[in-house]
Every structure is written in structure tokens, then in C-alpha cells.
């Protein structure tokens, strides 16, 4: 292990176990260092990326011309539902967390996370759990239950109470992902509200903390919800109650209601940490101070406090009464107006700024603009009058992935490709860079906004055969699906090659941002306190 010396050696520094510290497996299933714990997070997240992946280009090889190919409906639905919940769960939120671990200690001048140990937990109840997910695929090979859960990740009832095995695999699944958020968002809160370097008040606190501060109480305030509904659905299938079965006095709506109280917040949870890394990269390339700190902040609160009362816009279809529809129609668009505060705040760093478009800076503006869709195209959904024209179509699809793969996964990109020379060492491979980025935006394009018109059209969601009129939107759609997928193997193949090697990355990594970084180095020079993070 003559490569992880100087890591053994900065461990040992800082936790004063010296020579006896494992090496090997053992050190990583033991460690409580942040950075370490950072790296398993995000490399975790990097192979459910491509397991989530490979899953829904199955999906899209269906879909590539009306009929049935390759798999039978069923196995369809199992891969769409088992696609969402591993990007969701098992990718976009340990890669935000990976961040968090990184980030976090090194903004604040912190020496570690609060509860390292809680740390470690929280990463190794991941494997189990995305275990837990895909293992019914591999136990149906071999004759063993009817496959992975089939009722999408939104598990509704009463479909979910009659589903397979799978539910319950899902159930225990969601139980452990569960437990690892809570633990995660406990040690954050703690990290940020007692670690900070004396000096850093609340108002100085870098805005990626914020984000992730904010991130954290919207995990422990939603977590329990999703909990205690797939805990009921577990008692509906099993133990003979009927919290959602109709037929004996309970309420399939019920069900919708709890999911999605856990549901529409968890969106905020994969946008709030990229929100708050956008600021930092935007400030670095515009050579600019961030535009608008505390309208920020402000508008972080705004959106968490506004993102768990506005549920039911996911079902005002169900038949809810008028009132509520209004209810939840205007406090949806509510969320437009601190959304529009950042994306103003964001175009206001950058302006009359000294630009420069390193791959992090592109990855950032090709965020602002796509999630800018997500945003406008949600607008248009929350509107009761145009859902009813829209609800469970193809229009929702593609609403969604430009929020989630154009905000959420390339923020992730984003971020990478920022903070990978403060990690590694190491510059990352321009070209290749900007080669990964434009082949995605084209091909995240080319995959999602046919898929608009789809739903416009009239194609409804999680369908494995459709009409000919829907086909040559679908062969696009698809073949756009293809390149995107396989361009992330460049991304792979960069973040491999920037941790093996490569030109060496100075103190201040990105030219020109003298005064503008947050970042303590870390672990912090002992008894140096006086040097506080430079914040303009
Ligand atoms: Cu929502």
C-alpha cells in the first residue's frame, strides 16, 4: 500500500491510531475519515449510475418501435420502477452526499465530520440496499419469485398491496436507504452547526452548505413520512390491515398523499446541494464575487419550507376537492418566484464578469439553461387545467429528466469536474472534458425533448407498446438514449485517468479566483484559528 502512505499518514495525523490502522478492505470498511468516506460515496454513486443506466436503455431498446421485442410488459415495468428508485436513491443522493463528506469539513475549517463513526455507517448501509433492490432480478433467473418491484418507484396502492416479492424487497430496500439519509442528514446538521471556524457565522456560511443544511432538514422531516406509509403497506400485505384497500374501509388516495409528502420534497433534496454548488462555480469562472449571498440563502429556506406543502400537484387528478386543487395549483407556482431569485443571482455573478469555459463552467451554464425547462415546463404541469391534458404522459417523462438528469446529474458533473484537481491532485483532461459535456447536452436533447411531444401527442408513461403514430418520436428518443449513455463512459474514463495521473493541480486549481475560494486547507493547521476563510 505504498500509495496510500501519505493517506495512512494524514489519518494517523488526525485520528492518532498510528501503525495499527488497518489497511486493505478492512480500511475502508472501518474508516472514519471524511474524504474517504467522500470517495466511496461518489464511486458508489458512479457504478449505480451505470447500473440505473443500463437498466432503462433495455427500457429504450422497447421502445425503439411500436411492438413487443424484447421483454414481456411485466419486466418492463420492473425495470422502469428499479431505474428511478437506484438513480434516485443509490446515484443522485450518495453523489450529493459524496460531495457533502468532501466539501463540507473543508468549507468550514472543520478537521472531520461531527460523527465520524455515524459516517461510516451511514456509507455501508448503501451496498446492502441497492442490493436489496436488484437481487430480484437475479433471484427470478433462477426461478425464485416474479422479479423486481413492478409498480414504479411511486409504489401506489392498491397495486402495490397485490405486487410481488419484489414490493417487499423495495419496502426493506427503501427501510435501509432510509435510515443511511437520516444518519447522514444528522451528521451534517451537527458538522455545520458546530464545527464552523470561530468568526464563520451563519450568514458566512458558503452557500453549498447552505444548500445541503437545508437539504439535511428536508430529509428528516420527509424520511419518516415514506417510512411510515411503505411500513403500513408492508401491514396491508402481511399482516391483514387496510390502511389502502378499499375494500376494507381504507384509501388508496391515502397512500398518494404519504408518498408524495416524502416525494415532492425529495426533489428539492437532489436539487438543493447542486443549487448551492452552482454560486461557487459560477463566482470562480466570472472572476466575480457571488451576486446576491443572502437572497440566496433566503430563497434556499423559501424553497424548503415551500416544497413540503405542496404535494398532492402529483395527483390533482385523483379527484381532490376544489379548494385543494387551487390550494395546491398556486402554492406550486409559489416555488417559481425563490427559483427565479437563484437563477436571476446566478446570471448576476456572471455578468460583466471575466469569463472563462472550463468543462465545470460549461457543465454549469448547460444546468441554467436545461433545468430553466424543467422549471418553465413544471409551471405549465402545476396548472390544474393543462394536468388534465398531461397527467401520466410522456410530457411528465421528459419534464422530470430535465430536472433531474439536467439539473440534478450534470450539477453532479458539475461538481466533479470542480472539485476533482482539489481531490486528486490532478488537472482533469480538458478535451475530453468538453467532449463529455457536448455529447451530452446534444444527447440529452436529442433523448428527452421528443419526448414532449410525445406527451403532447397523447403517449401515456410507463407503456411498453404504443400506437404508430408515436413511432418516430420514440426511434429519436432512443437513439439519443444510446449516445448519452454511452458517452458517460468518457466521464468514467476521465475521472480514472485524473485519479491516476496527470498534470499537477496548483493551490488555487482554477486561474484567477485569488479571494474567491471558500476552502480552508484541510485538516486545518493546528492552533491557527486566526486564519479565517477569505469571504467576500
Ligand atoms: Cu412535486
Not at 136 to 143: Q, T, Y
Not at 162 to 171: H, L, N, R, T
Not at 256 to 274: D, K, N
Not at 447 to 463: D, K, Y
Request: proline share 6%.
Amino acid at each position: 500500500m505504498s500509495n496510500a502512505s501519505s493517506l495512512d499518514q494524514h489519518a494517523a495525523d488526525q485520528h492518532g491510531y498510528g501503525a495499527s490502522h488497518p489497511s486493505g478492505i478492512l480500511r475502508w470498511l472501518t474508516t472514519t475519515n471524511h474524504k474517504e468516506i467522500g470517495s466511496m460515496y461518489l464511486i458508489f454513486a458512479l457504478i449505480m449510475f451505470f447500473v440505473g443506466g443500463a437498466m432503462i436503455l433495455a427500457v429504450r431498446a422497447e421502445l425503439f418501435q411500436p411492438g413487443l421485442q424484447l421483454m414481456q410488459p411485466e419486466f418492463f415495468n420492473q425495470l422502469i420502477g428499479v431505474h428511478a428508485l437506484v438513480m434516485i436513491f443509490a446515484a443522485l443522493m450518495p453523489a450529493a452526499t459524496g460531495f457533502a463528506n468532501w466539501q463540507i469539513p473543508l468549507m468550514i475549517g472543520a478537521p472531520d465530520m461531527a460523527l465520524p463513526r455515524i459516517n461510516n455507517w451511514g456509507f455501508w448501509l448503501l451496498p446492502p440496499a441497492a442490493t436489496l433492490l436488484t437481487l430480484p432480478f437475479i433471484l427470478a433467473l433462477f426461478g425464485i419469485g416474479d422479479g423486481a418491484v413492478a409498480t414504479g418507484w411511486t409504489l401506489y396502492a392498491p397495486l402495490s398491496v397485490q405486487g410481488g416479492m419484489g414490493v417487499d424487497f423495495a419496502i426493506f430496500a427503501i427501510h435501509i436507504l432510509g435510515i443511511s439519509s437520516i444518519l447522514g442528514s444528522i451528521n451534517i446538521i451537527v458538522t455545520i452547526f458546530n464545527l464552523r471556524a470561530p468568526g464563520m457565522t451563519m450568514m458566512k456560511l458558503p452557500l453549498f452548505c447552505w444548500g445541503w443544511l437545508i437539504t439535511a432538514f428536508l430529509l428528516i422531516a420527509t424520511i419518516p413520512v415514506l417510512a411510515g406509509a411503505v411500513t403500513m403497506l408492508l401491514t396491508d400485505r402481511h399482516f391483514g390491515t387496510n390502511f389502502f384497500n378499499a375494500a376494507g374501509g381504507g384509501d388508496p388516495i391515502l397512500f398518494q398523499h404519504l408518498f408524495w409528502f416524502f416525494g415532492h420534497p425529495e426533489v428539492y433534496i437532489l436539487l438543493l446541494p447542486v443549487w448551492g454548488l452552482m454560486p461557487h462555480v459560477i463566482s470562480t469562472f466570472s472572476r466575480k464575487a457571488v451576486y446576491g449571498y443572502k437572497a440566496q440563502v433566503y430563497a434556499f429556506i423559501a424553497i424548503g419550507v415551500l416544497g413540503v406543502i405542496v404535494w398532492a400537484h402529483h395527483f390533482l387528478t385523483a379527484g381532490l376537492p376544489v379548494p385543494a386543487l387551487l390550494y395546491f395549483m398556486y402554492s406550486t407556482m409559489a416555488i417559481s418566484l425563490p427559483l427565479a431569485v437563484l437563477f436571476f443571482c446566478w446570471i448576476a455573478t456572471m455578468w460583466r464578469g471575466a469569463m472563462s469555459f472550463e468543462t465545470p463552467m460549461l457543465f454549469a451554464l448547460g444546468f441554467i439553461v436545461l433545468f430553466g425547462m424543467a422549471g418553465l415546463t413544471g409551471l405549465v404541469l402545476a396548472d390544474v387545467a393543462a394536468d388534465a391534458q398531461y397527467h401520466h404522459s410522456y410530457f411528465v417523462v421528459a419534464h422530470f429528466h430535465y430536472a433531474l438528469f439536467a439539473g440534478g446529474i450534470m450539477g453532479v458533473m458539475t461538481g466533479v469536474y470542480f472539485w476533482l484537481p482539489k481531490w486528486t491532485g490532478h488537472m482533469v483532461d480538458e478535451k475530453l472534458g468538453k467532449l463529455h459535456f457536448w455529447l451530452t447536452v446534444i444527447s440529452f436533447n436529442l433523448t428527452f425533448m421528443p419526448q414532449f411531444f410525445l406527451g403532447l401527442a397523447g403517449m401515456p408513461r410507463r407503456i411498453p407498446d404504443y400506437a404508430l403514430q408515436f413511432a418516430e418520436f420514440n426511434a429519436i428518443s432512443t437513439v439519443g438514449a444510446f449516445i448519452l449513455g454511452f458517452s458517460q463512459l468518457i466521464f468514467a474514463y476521465v475521472v480514472w485517468k485524473c485519479i491516476r495521473g496527470g498534470e499537477k493541480a496548483s493551490d488555487k486549481v482554477w486561474e484567477g479566483t485569488e479571494g474567491l475560494e471558500w476552502d480552508l486547507p484541510s485538516p486545518p493547521p493546528l492552533h491557527s484559528w486566526e486564519i479565517q476563510p477569505v469571504i467576500k
